[in-house]
């Protein structure tokens, strides 16, 4: 006859059993701060179809823009660190907002928790298919022309940087257009309402291949495998050490679990690790460069430095 005392054990190992349960129990949102077609928003949706397959949950993408990734960020550090609020980040919330911006309503770095470096992104010099450009020094003799009212959109803060410095050292009196992100941007730019933009290869590729587009080059300072073709603007407009790439990670609130954020953060690399991802991601015009969560954070507090200096040579000053 089973004692009183064993089934008090049973049911106090029952108990803890189901209190233990693994995580993920239910689904899981990816975050990120910019619009459908954007390239974090690419990259987020490749990642939950495989973070999905591999926890055996959903993983949801929910766009948050606008803002230059402010509101995202913002619900993002103030979910709970229960790993069911995840966040497809960039430079522009952690590395260049805190420099264009007095006050944020998030920290940077220690709001967040950092799970998984996932790739790189060089940007492109982009211009209306119908602009009498074909080069970086036609386009900077388009916008001197005093016949001309040259404009440049952005979409975000990398594109915003990338405008300001370039017009800035090349001493282009021209308008920022800002959006509320770069698809509507593009849209603008392919319809002729400004001339050019510094975007993303992944969210320039419909434009490119439908002929509204034409690419001058790209804003690494070598160039870049993912654009063999494009010139450094480095090179093609005169401006040494001109480099601006973006990165991509994935985070979490502060205070996010350890197991949960290494078993997210090796499923990421492995993933990223697979030739067939890697292939995807460059078709995108993306260089992967998988990492664990203590090489996202070091990327972030480098980032952090390095954009700011970016943010001060373009000659921006702070909201």
Known sequence: MVSRAWVALLLCLTTAAAGAQVWPTKPVRLITAFGAGSASDIVARLLAE????????PFVVENKPGASGILAADFV???????YTLFLSTNTAHSVNPHLFKKLPYEPIAGFAPVARVCYFP??????AAL?????????AYGRSAQNKATYAYGNSTGQIAGAAFAALTKLDV?????????????????????????DLASSQ???????????AVTSEQPSAQAPDLPPLATAAKLPGYDLTAWVGVLAP?????????RVSEQIVRVLSRKDIADRLASLGADVAPGNAAELERTMREQLLAWGRKVRD??????
Do not use: C, W
Request: glycine content about 8%; overall charge negative.
């Open 206 to 216: 419909p434009h490119l291949k439908a002929g509204r587009l034409r690419l001058l």
């Open 50 to 57: 495989e973070l999905q397959g591999a926890f055996h949950q």
């Open 123 to 128: 940007f492109v010099l982009a211009v209306n």
């Open 175 to 199: 308008a920022a257009v800002p959006y509320k992100s770069t698809p509507q941007a593009l849209t603008d730019l392919v319809g002729g309402q400004v001339s050019f933009m510094f975007v």
């Open 254 to 262: 502060a205070g996010l679990p350890a197991d949960i954020t290494n």
């Open 314 to 319: 373009a000659g921006i000053q702070p909201e």
């Open 77 to 83: 550090a103030k979910a709970p660190p229960d790993g």
């Open 132 to 140: 009498p450009v074909t080069n970086v020094e036609q386009l900077i």
